[in-house]
């Protein structure tokens, strides 16, 4: 019987990783049966008023001559507002950029910006480049402002009602499955209210 338990435990140290990738595939099967999105991280501004902030414009930047302004938590109601978080040395950014110019077609809503850690000349080159969907741009050099908010990365992206209550959070680019659902968001915001 001595000899039958260093078996049973070599037997056990070889199956563990066996076992362990067992659990792992578990979680995962789980997570795909669920249909829920890896990429969907929650928010606990959700539900609030946007957080508290006051950000500089970003200097030289203009449409038609005109200075765009910079943007602060007072500017966020009275419009539904899609919050953007950018930078021109993300590349997600840019792969999101026509969806966003797109969106900035639509009557039923005001996109504003948050420039987050980035040079002045380079966001004013980026937006040159690719069109500037924004009406405001907030500069966060820091990130502060990006922290408050809950952001992860960038970029990413809040929907923000009349009343200045954050209601929906895309996280990542916005491709065209994400496209769908802010215009579906942005209907049952105008019903409710």
């Known amino acids: 019987m ?13 199956a563990s990783p066996l076992i362990l990738f067992g659990a792992l595939a578990g979680v ?12 969907e991280l929650p928010s606990a501004l959700i539900g609030k008023p946007v957080p508290q902030f006051d950000l500089p414009a970003l200097d030289g930047l203009k ?6 302004p910079g943007l602060k938590s007072t500017d966020l109601t009275g419009e539904i507002f899609l919050v953007n978080i950018f930078a021109s040395w993300c590349a997600p950014c840019r792969a999101e950029h026509p969806a966003l110019m797109k969106l900035a077609e639509n009557d039923e809503l005001r996109i504003v910006g948050i420039n987050y850690k980035d040079q002045g000349e380079n966001a004013r080159r980026f937006l040159g480049a690719l069109g500037n969907p ?25 929907l923000v009602g ?22 579906v968001k942005i209907k049952q915001i105008q019903t409710a209210g």
Do not use: C
Request: charged share 25%; glycine share 8%; no cysteine.
């Open 2 to 14: 001595a000899e039958s338990r260093p078996s049973l435990l070599r037997l056990l140290a070889l």
């Open 28 to 39: 995962f099967l789980f997570q795909l049966m669920t249909n829920k999105n890896a990429s």
């Open 63 to 68: 449409t038609k001559g005109v200075a765009i």
């Open 134 to 158: 924004y009406s405001n741009v907030g500069v966060d050099r820091k990130g502060r402002t990006a922290i408050e908010w809950g952001f992860y990365g960038i970029p990413e992206t809040l």
């Open 162 to 183: 009349p009343d200045g209550i954050v209601r929906h959070k895309i996280v990542g680019p916005i491709n065209p499955e994400k496209f769908q659902e802010l215009k």
